[in-house]
């Protein structure tokens, strides 16, 4: 259904276009995997803001590449459709026409290579009529079980340029999973390496698209008050959390072959640890950045049996009544076995062992029916001294927490401590806040924008390199092998729309006072 009211907007030749660095260069975007999920929700309505912001060049094209048989319109409409429900600007008439207009369909089997040799005949009129000057980005939006398959059947296409920049460049995008395990990851790292360079290869991580994640470093590096304050000497300890308030939501197969730690640990949580942990890069280029998230990586102290079984807790959700809704346990949902053993809830206790970060542990935590939906990361500083405050008759002072809020309201709080008002000295704390959306007016754009320009203008600073995934598997791998050797705790072990099971709070206050902070 098509909205009755249309946002304000200026014509497209009123509006300002962007500096020139920023605008894609022209290519043909084939996504493999058009008429799938992600494509709908996420990859088309991206790149319809992308052109509505001018972004795109005029010599872009998008083919969407399918099994199912429908011809350029029906993608088309179908497409529209897509934007209409899930852009964060709906359907405009005039950026639509002209939008439409860049995108095409190709049906065909992922095995078969007369779907490919069509795939050609479509790419090469493109470039002569559109001018996408032989460029080509492949999006895998398939699920990994393809990845393989598409990408030896590209090169066996003559689809694939040995080059990874200037007229005539091949890139290909992979969506997570990456692996499931170190060796597979390893092994698709190796098929993908054989057909593409390192640096064709583009394994995306949609959370570092997010404004506030980019802004981790900028927030750090560009302000000199907190670089000084981020090390050991002054901070206690960090506390990363990615919460769910839903539960496997029709995905119950998939998530009897992930659980939450490959689902989300090895990939999101990691990320935002190294980004918080790493040293200043010595410029913002892909490489110096991407050198120093692996350098914490090889930083992270390895994990015998016996510390995952003292510094991981794992769980599994049961069900719950929360107010007027009954919630059922993850056995229940569907695609799931009923005596599963999969974990929807894993805390961990992590420590970098490097010069900066000596000494100071930092909590992960992630799960599905948590009680709301939020990612923040929250450094807690050390507490100062009491004695000044406690002759005052104080209680105990409460410490500074920066917290970095990374969705669903994106932006960044600092609390500390006040003087109330009153004749005597009561201290109470008190926040400063940003938020994004205060701030800037507009909410940020989606993730896969930026990730997507990034892609086509050949910037791979957002997106992890090789070595990072396999550094990454490394440290996870240990986990999930000790968990294989020993049986998990009994599950369900919390309840739907609690915090996680009672170990995690153990795991946190064990030698010290120290509590998971209750997102606001």
């Known amino acids: 259904m098509r909205p009755k009211e249309l946002p304000e907007r200026r014509t497209r030749e009123a509006e300002p276009p962007p500096p020139v660095e920023r605008r894609a260069q022209p290519c043909a975007m084939v996504v493999f995997g058009a008429s799938g999920d992600l494509t709908r929700r996420k990859l088309i309505p991206a790149i319809y803001n992308l052109d509505w912001d001018h972004l795109l060049a005029p010599g872009f094209a998008l083919v969407g590449y399918a099994r199912q048989p429908r011809d350029h319109h029906q993608f088309r409409q179908e497409m529209l459709a897509a934007v209409d429900r899930h852009s964060r600007r709906p359907g405009d008439p005039l950026t639509w026409e002209s939008f439409a207009k860049r995108l095409h369909y190709c049906s065909g089997e992922y095995d078969d290579p007369k779907g490919y040799a069509q795939l050609a005949d479509l790419l090469a009129d493109l470039d002569r009529r559109l001018g996408t000057e032989g460029n080509r980005l492949y999006y895998l939006a398939t699920p990994p079980s393809l990845v393989p398959t598409i990408i030896t059947r590209l090169k066996e296409a003559g689809l694939v340029s040995p080059r990874a920049s200037g007229r005539g460049w091949s890139r290909v995008v992979v969506e997570k999973p990456f692996g499931r395990d170190l060796d597979s990851a390893m092994a698709l790292n190796q098929l993908l390496t054989a057909v593409f360079r390192e640096d064709q290869v583009y394994r995306i991580d949609h959370y570092l698209g997010k404004e506030t994640v980019q802004n981790i470093l900028v927030f750090r590096l560009g302000n000199g008050v907190f670089e000084p304050l981020w090390n050991h000497h002054h901070v206690d300890h960090v506390q990363i959390t990615v919460g769910e308030s839903l539960g496997v939501e029709g995905r119950g197969h998939y998530f009897e072959e992930a659980g ?245 709070d153990a795991l946190i206050r064990r030698g010290g006072t120290r509590s998971w902070r209750e997102p606001s």
């Open 260 to 504: 939450i730690l490959r689902d989300m640990v090895q990939n999101h949580l990691i990320q935002l640890l190294t980004l918080v942990a790493m040293e200043p890069p010595a410029a913002f280029e892909a490489d110096a950045v991407r050198d120093e998230k692996v350098k914490v990586l090889k930083a992270l102290r390895p994990l015998t049996d016996e510390d995952v079984d003292r510094l991981v807790v794992r769980g599994q959700y049961g069900k719950a009544r929360v107010g007027d809704q009954t919630f059922p346990g993850y056995r229940e949902e569907p695609g799931v076995a009923p005596d599963s053993s999969i974990e929807t809830f894993v805390a961990l206790t992590v420590h970098i062992d490097n010069w900066r970060w000596a000494g100071v542990p930092f909590f992960l935590r992630a799960g599905k029916r948590l009680p709301k939906r939020v990612t923040e990361i929250a450094i807690h500083f050390k507490r100062v001294p009491y004695a000044l405050f406690r002759s005052a008759g104080c209680g105990a002072l409460e410490p500074n927490v920066l917290t970095l809020r990374i969705q669903p309201d994106e932006g960044i709080s600092l609390g500390f401590g006040s003087k109330a008002p009153g004749p005597t000295i009561r201290i109470d704390q008190v926040q400063m806040d940003f938020r994004h959306a205060a701030a800037f007016g507009d909410a940020p754009p989606d993730a896969y924008e930026r990730l997507i320009l990034d892609s086509i203008a050949g910037d791979s600073t957002l997106f992890a390199r090789g070595d990072e995934v396999k550094c990454a598997w490394s440290f996870i791998t240990s986990i999930l092998d000790a968990w294989g050797r020993h049986p998990p705790p009994e599950f369900p072990n919390y309840a739907a729309g609690t915090w996680g099971p009672e170990a995690a």
